[in-house]
């Protein structure tokens, strides 16, 4: 054991940190298997004040520091790299919830809890965070405020960014950040605590994250339509935004690739429509009460899209498990392309109603670099946000993916920019974009990001390779 890693445990205690290699390895690579780095220790403190022991002497001796949710992030940005000096540090053990408030509608917590569970104890107390993703089960809160993570409401309620009240943050130097206020209205100067949001883990680690309520809806109605084209789809959407407001709760767009794709790889699910469609829009409304009024409210919309000519089927839930099971053909995808082998995500934004065009003009440039690649499209289609993954094509070796990852992605994202979009709607950059992040991002605001950097983090101790 070296100095550092004896003042370390001393400074915390033995249990909380951990030196031994084969303790450390399961933590050293990414969800999807991509990167794998080195560490000397790593760290699971159970309070903000050992967070800052920890970043007190990380930062004395210069030694970097790799913030750890739930590990989904996609982009590699919590899985170190291959300095053997780093330290893991990961906030799983910090995991309570410190008010939950049906008044204010406000939920406090640690940054270590796990998002599933904070939805479920919303729920039990009778009120919604909207927050939602596929990987919500496993992915702490922690890490959704770094990434700004989005998910399958945004449509409604907006981005992480969006449900934040307050922040409690250990800076890089030990100092403790508190801004973790539950006050709708704070217009005193400039807003720290959003700098921490989407920061990838740069700028120091979020230990408490003060959240916005909602109602409950627990009245739901979903409905599957098939469509012919992405134009369709965003007439669709006009339609329905205008038709339901607020009620519009996700509008989750899919192609036919991606329906062969989830029933070929899940279990229990079959074909939604007798024929097959170009691709399908899973629509969601919710409401807090008039589960009928709900339903009529969706099939009156839905009848005159099919009367306008904007759908060319639709398969109304009427039921909770048609309904969760409707939502499995959507949810599912990412599974079933893990399933299907190595392949490349493009996790991108678009001005909404330029999609179209967007899609009938990637797919040239795509083609011409990567011929009979499979490509994927599936996302949050009312925000904008498309997964545009790539899979290798029939009977190429499963090296294909790395092999064609620059071309394929300079092509994908050289359109996004025609497009006035942007290369990560929601997975943020990690180790994964920095290059494209640096080629497409404004160069001032890059400069703006790096002076912020350095007045955090003068030793550049904070997850170091990432992001900047
Ligand atoms: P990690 O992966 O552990 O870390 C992500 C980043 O945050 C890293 O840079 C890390 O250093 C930093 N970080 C983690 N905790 C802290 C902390 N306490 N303080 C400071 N920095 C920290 N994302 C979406 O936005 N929308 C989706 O719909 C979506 N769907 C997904 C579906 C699947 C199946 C999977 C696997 C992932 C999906 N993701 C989605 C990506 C991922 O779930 C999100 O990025 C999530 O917010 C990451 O949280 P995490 O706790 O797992 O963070």
């Known amino acids: 054991m070296n100095r550092f890693q004896e003042e370390l445990k001393n400074a915390l205690s033995p249990d909380v940190v951990q030196t031994a290699a084969e303790e450390i390895v399961p933590w050293l690579s990414d969800w999807r298997g991509i990167y794998t780095g080195q560490a000397q220790a790593l760290v699971r403190p159970r309070s903000t004040q050992q967070v800052a022991e920890c970043l007190r002497l990380c930062h004395a001796h210069k030694v970097p520091v790799v913030p750890r949710g ?19 540090l990961c906030l799983d053990r910090m995991n309570s919830i410190r008010s939950l408030d049906t008044i204010a509608n406000t939920l406090v917590v640690d940054a270590g809890c796990i998002l599933g569970n904070l939805r479920r104890a919303a729920n039990e107390a009778g009120r919604m965070l909207p927050l939602s993703l596929a990987a919500e089960d496993s992915a702490q809160i922690g890490g959704n405020l770094a990434t700004n993570a989005g998910g399958v409401n945004v449509v409604r309620y907006g981005m992480t960014r969006e449900l934040v009240l307050g922040v409690e943050a250990v800076l890089p130097d030990g100092t403790i950040f508190n801004g973790l206020h539950t006050l709708r209205k704070d217009n005193t100067g400039y807003d720290l605590k959003q700098l921490f949001i989407g920061s990838e883990g740069t700028l120091g680690i979020i230990t408490g994250v003060a959240l916005r309520l909602y109602a409950q809806t627990q009245v739901r109605s979903v409905v599957l339509v098939a469509v012919e084209s992405a134009q369709q789809s965003l007439e669709l959407f006009r339609l329905l935004f205008g038709a339901c407001g607020a009620r519009l709760q996700a509008f989750e767009f899919f192609t036919d690739a991606c329906l062969d794709l989830v029933l ?16 399908y829009v899973l629509i969601e409304l919710a409401d807090t009460a008039d589960g009928e009024g709900l339903n009529r409210l969706l099939e009156e919309v839905i009848g005159q899209a099919l009367e306008q000519e904007l759908c060319q089927d639709a398969v109304v839930s009427a039921s909770l498990s048609q309904l969760q099971t409707l939502w499995r053909l959507r949810e599912e995808i990412s599974e079933a392309q893990r399933a299907d082998g190595p392949h490349l995500k493009h996790d991108i934004s678009l001005p909404i109603e330029r999609i179209p065009d967007f899609m009938r003009t990637a797919v040239q440039g795509l083609h011409a670099v990567a011929p009979d690649c499979r490509p994927y499209i599936f996302g949050h289609f009312g925000d904008g946000n498309l997964h545009y993954n790539i899979s290798r094509p029939q009977g190429a070796d499963k090296t294909w993916a790395a092999e064609h990852e620059e ?30 992040f640096h080629h497409y991002k404004d160069p001032v605001a890059i400069a703006l990001m790096q002076q912020i950097k350095q007045l955090f983090d003068p030793h550049n101790i904070m997850n170091p390779g990432k992001l900047l």
């Open 264 to 279: 070929a790889h899940t279990e229990g699910l079959h074909e939604p429509f007798e024929q097959r469609h170009p691709a």
């Open 407 to 436: 071309a394929v992605a300079d092509a994908v994202f050289d359109e996004v920019a025609v497009y006035g979009g942007s290369i990560s709607a929601e997975h943020g950059i990690g180790q994964l974009k920095r290059r494209a």
């Open 70 to 88: 739930g590990n989904t992030g996609l982009c590699g940005g919590a899985t170190p790299d291959a300095n053997p000096a780093n330290v893991i």
